[in-house]
């Protein structure tokens, strides 16, 4: 009796409510979508109409609504404790054994059955984001400092590499290091001006320096090729063995006799990106233990009392930049290598927002975290291929929803670096975020 | 000097669509303190409603001339503010109270969908059109270049002061107004006193997206063609003269909008139209390094 008498009231406001929000969405969709501005045969625009659409889409935003709005009511009603709530603790506990999986799975990548070339390009694209995202990290997880324009580094060790090779003839070895090292000192160059500055204008900022960055290689033609890239970039060797398809002496595939095959390379590249990866994973793991990275979670936290406390505030921030830019490069270079050709489309805005989106839907500061969230995003980016222009839509719906969903991120407890006694998993919610 | 002259009001009809979108960044940071960054989609969301009841009522032949133009201005207006509301109904009022990054993400996710939908329902390709208001008066004579001010810039000028002045006036003299500004303050203490904070956000948000709308149809009509991309440049070089004014400051957007407008134009007419860009990045970053309180903004003092 009491149940029925709660639940046709339930189904009252939910239906009420879906038809509010199909009005809403009627007066949203009735001109973007209903009137389409086609180019006609003279040039000039002309309207397309396409009703049909703006219902169908009415009749998707009533059915979500409603529903949406049924299962609120259903959990108010039970008043159970959310879902995310229930399986933190097993989570946080199954934390220490997904990870291995995931690192032995990372590993055999390449020797599992039904792994073709395009599986291992794809898991190279997604190691990229996964270093990306680490490289990040350090920055805006355990630093606490927003940078929206990461991309430039990526671009910095890119171009790096591409002109080093081009115009010196400098090897990929010899590069990389190069590449990480100029990421690293235009890490310091922008993180100077920036010292005093603070959260949102410190996003800004870094927002106009990617850009800037962008604009120049864009505009300077004559070193950069400017919108036309830079092709023909040298490909890695193994120890001075090539990756030629034809084989041929000093190929890879002579030496060790094996049968002249693409893939060799692409397996190369995916270990070596694997590498710098866990490199980056190591170096953050081990700075977390460190004075250092202890210097950089308690800026975090609270700046003044940091400073009030003799961190030399300056190094710490800097450091911070100098690394996380370090890394940037790194993978830079590597993406310039793998792909063989650049160009400055490749490091628009939308690519730091994508890692920085890694970050924080990861879980700022977890390194499992933002693994996995590379692998979500990425991974579900690519699996969205046939979706073609809707993809993008997809991806920032997603994002939104995630945010909603979860705003710490997947993993969104802390275990601390150093504890008196025991050390206990913390939820992400008692951890600041990069106020300073 | 006939030169300059020129490139003064070019710079100044720019501006004012700038400081247009800036007041939308400027509000929305001083309530909520976060930045929008859809804010420069709804815009192009704006041009967008205005191109297409623009082609609406020009094909009809309902209307033509200065009704056409109010009419369009209207429409695009009450729909914009549509989205606005949308935008901050579904991905920052959940948000409201959570951790600072979270409504950022938020918005840049919003910032996709909103680009990647026009694009999926207005194609990819530029949308031309042809000038709709045409005719100006030569102001000066210098040798053979003639200083032109054009009809469409003194609409610009003169509907953005029309707009101003009553947006002034709504955030001053009314009671939503003092609401607002309430909640602009201490927007714990306002809802204590009995404002209904979250409908004062919402309504910051139409606003923001009504004046918003003003600049996309001046952006459009003024330049003749838009697409789905405008928004991000224009949004940031907005959000630009909304920092360079002083940040929560609504004269002060005004003002960095027009800053901002006059720097690029000399910069452009003096120095190289493909660096424009990178000349209103540096400022934003000189501004925010050596006076990140802005030109009217308050210095903010932190309590420990």
């Known amino acids: ?436 | 000097m006939a030169y300059a002259l020129q490139q003064l009001i070019n710079g100044v009809s720019l501006g004012m669509i700038y400081g247009l979108i800036a007041i939308g960044y400027t509000m929305v940071y001083g309530i909520i303190g976060m930045i929008n960054f859809a804010h420069g989609d709804i815009f192009m969301i704006g041009a967008f409603l205005s191109l297409i009841g623009l082609l609406l009522i020009t094909s009809g032949g309902l209307l033509d001339g200065p009704g056409a133009i109010v009419l369009v201005l209207a429409l695009s207006m009450a729909f914009t503010a549509l989205y606005g509301w949308t935008v901050e109904r579904l991905a920052y009022r959940p948000l409201r109270g959570s951790f600072r990054l979270a409504p950022l993400i938020s918005a840049i996710g919003m910032s996709i969908v909103l680009q990647n939908y026009v694009q999926v329902s207005q194609g990819a390709r530029v949308k031309p059109i042809e000038p709709v208001v045409q005719g100006g008066f030569t102001i000066m004579q210098e040798g053979t270049f003639a200083v032109q001010l054009s009809t469409m810039q003194i609409l610009i000028i003169l509907t953005t002061l029309v707009i101003l002045a009553i947006f002034t006036w709504l955030v001053t003299r009314t009671r939503l107004g003092r609401a607002m500004r309430a909640c602009e303050q201490d927007r714990k203490m306002a809802s204590l006193l009995g404002i209904d904070t979250d409908r004062t956000i919402s309504i910051t948000f139409v606003i923001g997206a009504a004046l918003a709308a003003v600049a996309g149809t001046m952006y459009l009509l003024r330049y003749g063609v838009i697409d789905f991309y405008i928004g991000f440049l224009v949004g940031v070089k907005a959000f630009t003269a909304a920092v360079l004014g002083g940040i929560g400051s609504l004269p002060g957007a005004v003002l960095g909008g027009l800053l901002i407008g006059l720097i690029e134009t000399f910069w452009s007419a003096y120095f190289s139209v493909q660096y424009k860009d990178v000349a209103a990045f540096s400022i934003l970053i000189l501004t925010l390094v050596f006076m990140p309180t802005g030109l009217l903004g308050r210095a903010e003092v932190e309590k420990v």
Not at chain 1, 113 to 120: D, K, S, T
């Open chain 1, 1 to 436: 009796m009491s149940l029925a008498r709660t639940r046709r009231p339930a189904l009252g406001v939910a239906l009420r409510d879906a038809g509010l929000a199909a009005l809403i969405a009627a007066g949203l969709f009735l001109p973007m979508v209903g009137l389409r501005t086609d180019v006609g045969p003279t040039g000039a625009l002309f309207l397309r109409t396409r009703w049909t659409d703006v219902l169908l889409l009415m009749l998707v935003v009533f059915a979500g609504r409603f529903l949406v709005r049924l299962w609120q009511e259903w959990k108010t009603e039970r008043r159970a404790p959310g879902f995310s709530q229930r399986i933190a603790g097993p989570l946080s506990r199954s934390g220490r054994f997904v990870a291995p999986v995931f690192l032995l799975l990372a590993v055999l990548l390449p020797v599992l059955p039904g792994v073709g070339r395009y599986e291992l390009d794809l898991g190279i694209l997604v190691l990229t984001y996964v270093m990306l995202g680490w490289g990040l990290n350090i920055v805006v997880g355990l630093a606490g400092l927003l940078d929206l324009g990461y991309v430039a580094f990526y671009a910095v060790g890119a171009y790096s590499y591409a002109l080093l090779a081009q115009y010196f003839g400098l090897s990929f070895w010899i590069c990389l290091p190069l590449a990480g090292l100029l990421a690293a000192f235009w890490g310091i160059l922008l993180g100077f001006p920036v010292l005093r500055l603070r959260g949102d204008y410190l996003a800004i900022v870094t927002l106009g320096f990617g850009e800037i960055i962008r604009l120049v290689l864009l505009n300077w033609v004559t070193l950069t090729g400017g919108p036309n890239g830079i092709s023909g970039i040298a490909r890695p060797t193994f120890f001075g063995l090539t990756f030629t398809v034809g084989g041929g002496p000093g190929s890879f595939a002579e030496f060790f006799g094996l049968e002249p095959s693409p893939t060799h390379r692409v397996v190369f590249l995916y270990y070596l990106i694997l590498a710098l990866a866990l490199l980056t994973n190591w170096v953050t793991l081990r700075l977390r233990r460190q004075p250092l990275g202890r210097a950089w979670e308690a800026m975090r936290e609270d700046e003044i009392a940091c400073r009030s406390l003799g961190i030399n505030i300056t190094t710490t921030k800097l450091t911070a930049f100098a690394l996380g830019a370090m890394f940037g490069g790194f993978a830079g270079a590597f993406f310039a290598t793998r792909q063989a050709f650049i160009s400055p489309e490749s490091f628009t805005f939308i690519e730091s927002a994508i890692i920085l989106a890694i970050v924080v839907l990861g879980g700022l500061g977890s390194q499992l975290g933002v693994a996995v969230a590379a692998l979500v995003l990425i991974g579900g980016f690519e699996v969205f291929r046939d979706l073609q222009e809707w993809r993008m839509l997809v991806f920032g719906g997603a994002m939104v929803l995630i945010m909603i969903w979860k705003p710490r991120g997947l993993v969104g407890s802390r275990t601390p670096t150093v504890a008196l006694g025991e050390k206990r998993a913390i939820s992400a919610s008692m951890v600041a975020e990069g106020r300073g």
